[in-house]
Nanobody, 126 residues
Framework: EVQLVESGGGLVQAGGSLRLSCAAS????????IGWFRQAPEKEREGVSC????????YYADSVKGRFTISSDNAKNTVYLQMNSLKPEDTAVYYC???????????????????WGQGTQVTVSS
């Protein structure tokens, strides 16, 4: 059974940092793309950052480039999202998701991902 468990959310002041973790189990980690998505109240879920575990390629949304960094620890089957210089507009529920791919570009749309974690709240105060 595929399981994704997020942790690391919380309340932080603007300009601060948080590191989110996504612990994965139940599948061969290296065959998947792991993505971070977020959803703010009354907004659609959007892609934030993704990593292709097979080749290490990454994707970042324009809104987070230069501030967020995605990484993985293969020994722990865990993907991290380091978030620096946080802004109030980063406030959202953050989800990690997984999809198995066999080549091609990293999918960035939420509906491309069949497996999801429960989400973790990130709140950035001004």
């Amino acid at each position: 059974e595929v399981q994704l468990v997020e942790s690391g959310g919380g309340l932080v002041q603007a300009g601060g940092s948080l590191r989110l973790s996504c612990a994965a189990s139940g599948f061969t980690f290296d065959d998947y793309v792991i993505g971070w998505f977020r959803q703010a109240p009354e907004k659609e879920r959007e892609g934030v950052s993704c990593i292709n575990k097979r080749d290490g390629n990454t994707y970042y949304a324009d809104s987070v480039k230069g501030r967020f960094t995605i990484s993985s620890d293969n020994a722990k089957n865990t993907v991290y999202l380091q978030m620096n210089s946080l802004k109030p507009e980063d406030t959202a529920v953050y989800y990690c998701a997984a999809v198995r791919i066999f080549g091609g570009r990293i999918p960035t749309r939420p509906n491309s991902y069949p497996y999801w974690g429960q989400g973790t709240q990130v709140t950035v105060s001004s």
